[in-house]
């Protein structure tokens, strides 16, 4: 089938501003969005600048908006996404965070939020002989967010983050639940006293727009509501 | 824009940065009022949207109440002729639409704060339900009452009876 792409272009060194891009490529309908993107790069305008590694929804790192709604581009099927446009498929670049390049953000303010909720074990009893267990219920517990692959998707979707870019956001979040509410973990206290600040958890203000964006289906503010809870009570149930 | 001469790649490794090469257009408000309707969010989105519509609303209802209730005491002349103008239809309206924003604004607070502590409600799906159903009773408390108001703000206004 024919597709049509537009594409939100700028180039640092030419351009002042971002500009649309139009395109027209061939492609099987269940062909993905990166595919077509592909196509574009390869035959048709070298310059265009994507990141992508695993082109399998596992490395997180071809997130941009396209019709209008953050999700990855190799999860896209560009017969849907044509439907969806009716008959043009819109890729931006994620908003929020600085472009440095057409669809290539810089990720670093959003690993800097994610730095920040500490987004590792802490646990300073001595290791035992072997691996620290828990039971599949404590386990069970934190399940969802530990599906996380740091896509930012969510966090550029947030009216929230948009409105100011010190907001943690959803990813960091979601990050710190998964370490939060896990019995081998001692750093909660530390967690939820970040998430508590100004910019923390309560910019929320569950607007979903994450959740529909999540490429993992993880029930972000689901997440975030238990934080806020945890904060409030002080529990982590 | 970069001059491409004082802008060699290997300066711009790591440089870039502090140069400002990159473009992001500005957080704010603005921002949020540009891309809300352009992002495609869901039901959820817009039962946002409208709770921050109602509440700036009534916040806006309420300092010009606070204001005129004062004059009052500072110029009761100009409270009287105040008083007046309201009775002009358009403030019987704007009552009206006064009385929606107000009945959306706390219905949908209820509905959050009814969801705070119970986590499980916060999934997409519930809460679409539940939105759907804080619209019908918004719509079932909202109609009879504009349309009892509607026929005053006619009656006495228009008709001038
Ligand atoms: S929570 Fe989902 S959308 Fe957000 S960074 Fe992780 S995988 Fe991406
Ligand atoms: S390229 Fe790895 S998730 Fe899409």
């Not at chain 1, 709604?69 to 931006?92: D, F, H, P, S, Y």
């Not at chain 1, 639940?177 to 929320?204: K, M, P, Y």
């Not at chain 2, 109609?143 to 008709?159: F, R, T």
Request: with cysteine.
């Amino acid at each position: 089938m024919k597709v049509r792409l537009r594409i939100q272009r700028f180039n640092p060194e030419k351009d002042r501003k971002p500009w649309w891009g139009e395109y027209e490529v061939e492609a099987e309908p269940v062909d993905r969005v990166l595919d077509a993107l592909h196509y574009v790069k390869w035959y048709i305008d070298g310059t265009l600048t994507l990141r992508r590694s695993c082109a399998h929804g596992i490395c997180g790192s071809d997130a941009m908006r396209i019709n209008g709604r953050n999700r990855l581009a190799c999860k896209v099927l560009v017969r849907e996404a044509m439907e969806e446009g009716r008959g043009v498929i819109t890729v931006q670049p994620l908003l929020g965070l600085p472009v440095i390049k057409d669809l290539v953000v810089d990720m670093e303010p959003f690993f800097a939020n994610y730095r920040k909720v500490l987004p590792y074990l802490i646990n300073d009893d001595p290791p035992p002989e072997r691996e620290r267990l828990q039971t599949p219920e404590e386990r069970e517990r934190y399940d969802d967010t530990t599906k996380c692959i740091l896509c930012a998707a969510c966090t550029t979707s947030c009216p929230s983050f948009w409105a100011n870019r010190e907001y943690i956001g959803p990813a960091a979040i979601v990050q710190a639940h998964r370490f939060i509410f896990d019995s081998r973990d001692q750093g909660a206290t530390e967690r939820l006293r970040v998430l508590n600040e100004w910019f923390g958890v309560w910019r929320c203000r569950t607007i979903f727009n994450c959740v529909e964006a999540c490429p993992r289906g993880i029930n972000i503010t689901r997440a975030i509501e238990e934080v806020k809870l945890a904060i409030l009570t002080g529990r982590l149930a | 824009m970069a001059d491409p001469k004082k802008n060699p790649q290997k300066e711009r490794q790591g440089v870039w940065r502090a140069r400002g090469d990159f473009w992001a257009p500005s957080a704010g408000l603005g921002l949020v009022l540009r891309e809300i309707p352009r992002y495609r969010g869901r039901v959820h989105q817009w039962a946002w949207v409208a709770n921050r519509i109602a509440g700036l609303g009534t916040l806006l209802f309420l300092t010009i109440h606070i204001l005129d209730t004062s004059l009052v005491y500072f110029a009761p002349d100009l409270y009287n002729h105040t008083l007046s103008l309201y009775r002009h239809p358009l403030f019987g309206i704007g009552e009206i639409i006064l009385v929606g924003m107000v009945l959306w604004h706390g219905l949908n607070g209820l509905r959050i704060a009814a969801s705070d502590f119970r986590p499980h409600l916060w999934a997409p799906h519930h809460q679409a339900r539940m939105i759907l159903g804080t619209f019908a009773i918004f719509l079932a408390l909202y109609i009879p009452a504009a349309v009892i108001m509607g026929n005053i703000v006619l009656q006495k206004s228009i008709l001038g009876r």
